[in-house]
């Protein structure tokens, strides 16, 4: 059958071809104990960026006359955390420091913004939490389809950062959806301008950083 259809047997094939060569340059970058080493590193960066607020400073052309001033940016250094570890450890790295972070959190460990244990889950933003592992782990697969270059690293934290509001967004519906008759719910539409429109820029903003830092690290250790 391939004769007849040449065109999408050679398409075929050469896709394959194309991610025997990406997982190969994926395991031979980042080695299995390298992945769990990344994992921990991200758990405990994400911990500590939940409480750190992110600023950026003023122009580098006003330093001389006003000094040089930080800038807050609205939102924490968290989701840079999630997206910084994907483009360093890869998507297994990521996704695992992520799932490690929220089974902390639902547990015993306050590690959320505003606190931990099972109850969270009821929390509107609690959906944001769940998509920081598809968002680690997109982020952490397009970063390692080729050597590093800024312009797909950005891709890559901006498609991670999606993937979280998406899942978020999703969350949000779903809560609205089984909410019963006379509970109190945050409606959906100011609950999506709270948690995805506002603290978007400020996010972007973190993601630029982190596209930025990432690029530097994987140049200083060769991968």
Sequence with gaps: MCHLFSGECGLTNAFNRLSVRESKYYSNIVAA?????????GLLLTIGGTFVEAYVTSSPGNWSQHGIKTLPLGVTYQIGAVLLVGCLGGKNAGALSQIAYLVLG???????????????????????????????????LLAFKAPPKLESLAFSCICGLLSVHLTGLAYLILTQVLSGPGKEVLPLVPAALMYSFYPLPGQLAVACGVTVLAYGLRLLMFY
């Design 33 to 41: 104990p390298n992945q769990l080493l990344w994992a921990v590193i």
């Design 106 to 140: 639902l547990t015993w460990l306050p590690v959320f913004a505003q606190g931990g244990g099972i109850g969270y889950i009821k929390q509107p933003d609690f959906g944001y939490l769940l998509g920081f592992i598809p968002g680690a782990w997109v982020c952490g």
